[in-house]
């Protein structure tokens, strides 16, 4: 679990505080939203041990490059870019905004993150693509990773896809 982020939107204490209290709200919605459904079947299981407890990887489309080996980490509070990743979408680190918070839950000891920097992010495939953007935490720590998307992501893109793809 990754413990960090711009999980409200841009950094500041009325930001920390608006997410606070978005948090403990408890929506009164009368009606849940359609959300679509989800289903495997036989071939999506060929090659996959019963049993397996793994982490999801997915591909995505980030600035118009396919990133493999992209982590989906529900316990994450932040979207990381790893800094090979970023070096090779051509990014330089003048590009990258400030970014004042450690992260804590990569490794030992608190990340110092190199800044961070908004990019389109592209999730599926023609009709059912959707595209973020996304304000990735860029790090300079070696992972078997491209990228790693937390919960606001997911429950961002979760909402996106709930509605009417015109």
Do not use: C
């Amino acid at each position: 679990m990754i413990n960090g982020g711009v999980a409200g939107g841009r950094i500041s204490r009325s930001s920390r505080k608006r997410h606070l209290k978005e948090a403990y709200h408890v929506a009164e919605e009368s009606q849940p939203p359609d959300f679509p459904t989800i289903s495997f079947t036989k071939e999506d299981a060929i090659g996959i041990a019963l049993g397996h407890d793994d982490p999801v990887v997915i591909t995505i489309i980030l600035e118009n490059a396919n990133f493999h080996r992209t982590l989906v980490d529900q316990e994450s509070s932040a979207d990381i870019l790893f800094k090979a990743a970023s070096d090779r979408l051509g990014n330089e680190e003048k590009e990258l905004n400030a970014y004042p918070n450690s992260l804590f839950g990569l490794g030992d000891t608190p990340i110092q993150p190199l800044g961070y920097i908004s990019l389109h992010t592209t999730f599926g495939k023609e009709a059912w693509s959707r595209t973020l953007s996304v304000d990735y935490i860029v790090v300079d720590v070696s992972s078997v990773y491209n990228a790693l998307l937390g919960r606001t992501t997911l429950n961002r893109l979760a909402a996106v896809v709930s509605t009417p793809h015109l």
